[in-house]
């Protein structure tokens, strides 16, 4: 469908190759251990996810500061099951979540075969909202840093996904036209609507089951991109 006239393809990193929650998972449970905190993990994920997610849109609309976000969502999620905690806790637990997250190196499945199969034929790319000091060490990390070409963070383009101007700087660093690019990406709002508001085309990972739309063509496993290419 789109091997016609694709060169580029770019890529979200957390949610689409690289497991955000399950190397969440796993950092919280090495944190929890390390700091003492006696909370049930299943419990406490179960009410953070959400609330993380709630706390990442406000971060991408600007109306969170990064600070912000890291002492709330953890703030909200204490609170939500019952664990009293200290704010001085709270701000230790934030800053040993940043510093452990990326020693965890799970993938989609899938991850490095897609990514193997398609470097020969296309330029591949890393468009991400996620912090910069903690993305390049996550790439390296599960050994996928060496895929990519241009690496785009909403930190060194001044605003995030899904406004135009970060899509806009990945095509300019890359030297592509928008007619010639793909993104791929699991947030249908930051990932697929902003690259179709930058002239992109799309290709939306649904990896949090979300409603059937007629947005853009879906995939359920990466491997299914080579249905498109």
């Known amino acids: 469908m789109f091997k016609d006239f694709v060169t580029d393809i770019f890529f979200d990193l957390d949610h689409t190759l690289w497991d955000f929650e399950k190397n969440s998972a796993l950092t919280f449970e090495h944190i929890f251990l390390t700091h003492d905190i006696r ?10 996810i959400p609330i993380n997610l709630e706390y990442w849109k406000l971060y991408r609309e600007a109306k969170v500061t990064k600070e912000e976000l890291r002492y709330q969502r953890l703030r909200k999620a204490f609170d939500n099951v019952g664990t009293p905690i200290t704010d001085a806790s709270i701000h ?24 193997g199969y398609l470097k020969p034929k296309y330029r591949l790319h890393i468009i991400t909202n996620g912090f910069e000091e903690i ?17 785009v963070n909403s930190e060194m383009a001044g605003v995030k996904k899904p406004h135009p101007k970060i899509f806009d700087l990945a095509l300019d660093l890359a030297q592509v036209a928008p007619k010639s690019a793909l993104m791929v990406g699991d947030s249908l709002e930051a990932d697929i609507l902003g690259a179709q508001n ?3 085309h799309t290709l939306h990972f649904n990896s949090h089951n979300d409603p059937k739309h007629d947005v853009c063509p879906t995939i ?3 491997d299914e991109i080579k249905n498109f290419l």
């Open 92 to 115: 230790q637990l934030a800053d040993a979540y940043i510093d452990n997250l990326s020693n965890f190196d799970h993938l989609f499945p899938g991850t490095l075969e897609i990514l």
């Open 220 to 222: 359920q496993a990466l």
């Open 135 to 151: 993305q390049e060490k996550k790439m390296k990390g599960s050994n996928i840093h060496h895929f990519f070409e241009v690496i």
């Open 39 to 48: 909370v049930s993990l299943d419990s406490f994920l179960a009410v953070y």
């Open 198 to 200: 930058a002239g992109l």
